[in-house]
């Protein structure tokens, strides 16, 4: 699957060298514990269905998705997190090691990714990750940019 993240990088033009670490990389916390960053430079990649399409959201680790801001964003009616079953059928990849491309998958891309110079992301696997300028990972994968992600603990969505 590495390879397969890095010859899709290459197809968009991005310089990205995925690595495969020790440690576990499936959550954001895992993911930023394991690089030694702040969680919100994680570029968490999770499927929503969307008026029954697939879709892909990659939003800062810090934050949850809030369904009304994303159902905002695409101008549809209803939004819901993919099942596991979902998640390989639409992109090929299990959960927690979903790259923000090397599918065919439209992108929401949350702004509160821009905040940061650089981002890691998953690179096709739970181990595997890649470290990535957020502006150039939207532009390439033509990405809807939205602020979609919330604090926890914020009541909205």
Known sequence: MREKVARAARELGLDVSPTTLDAPTRTAQQAALAVGCETSRIAKSIVFVADGEPILCV??????????????????????????????????FAIGGVPPFAHSLSIVFDTALLEHPRVWAAGGDGNTLFEVDPRRLADCTRATVATIGEDADDERG
């Open 59 to 92: 939003a800062s680790g810090a934050h949850r998705i809030s369904l009304d801001r994303l159902c905002d964003a695409l101008d549809c009616a209803e939004a819901r997190p993919a099942s596991p079953e979902e998640v390989r059928v639409a992109t090929g």
